[in-house]
């Protein structure tokens, strides 16, 4: 192992678990604090070109909640197992940080760098913040985790599908930022509905074409009130606007610039509200003041399985409609009748004739018969 102090902070090379857990206490100690006061050990899942942002938003998130967070890089598979630390504590750094990066074989065994890393009985959040596993609870970091936490709205490529698949393989302890967004959404919304007796008969959401949010928040309308949640379309920025069709009239909630909004209540003035869009630090603190499992997220992931499966079958359904016979078809079958009745009337034809010609030559046998009895009796 070799080891390097710089303007960041302290990097090993070339170094292993242990000596990562000693550098950190080590770093600590230097630092004047070392007596231990973080809540919980918070992974970071990146890439290498992500890692500061993340950990930059980690570390905000982290002043209301004192971590250790540990930062993973996976890198190359290629060549021999290698292991980077770069370690953090104090200034800047509310709790300890550390950056490793894993290279070669130890690629596919990151939960045994992680797990001698964890502190003793605490919560294990792992949050990823672009790209995430289908299956976070089933993925080997995922599984030292007691919350796990997807930012479907950041994904590389398919947003949709990546929401439907966070969905689909949802676990007691999973979270989507996407969910987090819509809270002060859902706050309005049920305050206002206080305000009016009227019964809902139909929601719509209107969001930018592809929009997580939205469609968690169109999931969760659907469930809670019992009716079918319309999306519809808008240029965005994220979702601009929701509509509760009550007995009484309209419940509207419209924002265009991404900051300020407006609330419609039947038979009340309307009201500007403030529904900022929250910055990845935000969210993060929201998530990390609950890590028990939401009953209420689960049910919503549920019932936005359910509607995609309903649309996907309504589509299936209508492919597998019979197509219309083709007026080639008629005109074949107008052939082969004709052809059927040609050859009924040739058959005809030569029954008819080969008839006669046997009444014919039954004729001609009779009338020489008779002619050679005439002729012996004379």
Partial sequence: MSTQSGRRGTVLEDTNASEIASAIVKARRNAGSPAMGMVMT???VVDQEDADAALDAARDAAREHPSRLLGLVTGSGRGSSRIT???RTGSGTAGEQALITLEGPVTKHPDSVLLPLLLPDSPVVVWWPCGSPADPAAD??????TRRITDAARAPTARARAMLDQCRSYAPGNTDLAWTRITPWRAFLAAALDQTDGRVS???VTSERVSPSADLLAAWLGDRLRVTATRR???GPGITEVVLTTSDGDVRLARDDGRHAVLSVPGQPDRPVALVRREIPALLTEELRRLDPDDVYARTVKRLTRMSAGRKGGAA???KKPAAKRPAAKKSTKKTATKKTATKKTATKKTATKKTATKKTATKK???KKTAAKKSAS
């Fill in 233 to 235: 379309q808008s240029d």
């Fill in 85 to 87: 630390a770069e370690i």
């Fill in 42 to 44: 918070m992974i970071v």
């Fill in 366 to 368: 009779t009338a020489t």
């Fill in 140 to 145: 080997p970091v995922g599984q030292l985790g």
């Fill in 202 to 204: 139909a929601v719509s």
């Fill in 317 to 319: 359904q209508a492919a």
